[in-house]
């Protein structure tokens, strides 16, 4: 039988963990609420530079709060794009035939993110694109970030040229470069209005296309040919609308 000062002991012990869990689960709740406060605020103002006063109101907590629990308005916006995107569990999930499949569900499946939700990645995107200095506090363009997206990158451009859908003539990094500028240059025009949204997906799918097809075998020609055509109908029928 257990001693009851054992058993007080425990119980004892098991207050505090319970208070922790509670804090824990109560620090959360505070952060979705300051994240949803912050998706608003950057749909309704097209405005990355968020006030951490009119933040906090809205998410019913101080000021003090949400300093506390991220640090600065980057990292509160940094915390709603990675809550946003959920891009890496629905790219592992993603049942495709061949690499040169793989790359152009990658791109359909990272831009429909700003195709469904301009107001909230316009102004996301122009911050993005914005180069500031080191205490700029809403630059997002993080050695970081773009470290992965070139690495996820090369590793599908990697895999075409290994199944021998795109020549090794040129390497997979010259080709990621490649497509990384064009990428850049449409999401440019677009956050700043000069690329309707209904362009955007066939604009960069045919750029895409376009320049993997200048490097590919045969085999892997015929596929993106038929992406061209595809691309080309699409971005004619945005235009038309």
């Known amino acids: 039988m257990t001693s009851p000062t054992l058993e007080a002991g425990a119980n004892t012990m098991a207050e505090p963990v319970a208070d922790l869990g509670r804090r824990e689960q109560a620090k959360a709740e505070r952060r979705q609420k300051i994240m949803a406060a912050a998706r608003d605020m950057i749909r309704e103002t097209g405005d990355m530079n968020l006030s951490m006063r009119e933040l906090a109101r809205r998410a019913e907590v101080s000021v003090a709060t949400s300093y506390n ?136 799918g045919l750029g895409y296309a376009l320049i993997l097809a200048a490097c590919a075998t045969e085999k892997g020609r015929a596929r993106l040919d038929k992406k061209i055509a595809t691309f080309r109908q699409m971005l004619a029928k945005a235009q038309q609308g």
């Open 69 to 204: 629990l991220f640090g600065s308005k980057r990292a509160v916006v940094m915390a709603v794009l990675e809550d946003e995107r959920d891009f890496v569990q629905k790219y592992h999930k993603l049942d495709v035939a061949d690499a040169i499949e793989r790359i152009f569900e990658a791109y359909e499946l990272g831009y429909g993110y700003f195709v469904r939700d301009p107001d909230f990645y316009r102004p996301l995107w122009r911050a993005l694109l914005t180069a500031g200095g080191k205490d700029d506090d809403t630059g997002l363009a993080s050695p970081e970030r773009q470290a992965q997206t070139r690495a996820a990158w090369h590793m599908l451009l990697t895999s075409a040229q290994e199944e021998g859908l795109l020549k090794t003539d040129t390497s997979a990094e010259a080709l990621e470069r490649m497509l990384s500028h064009l990428a850049g240059g449409t999401l440019l025009s677009w956050s700043v209005g000069m690329l309707e949204t209904e362009e955007l997906l066939p604009s960069v």
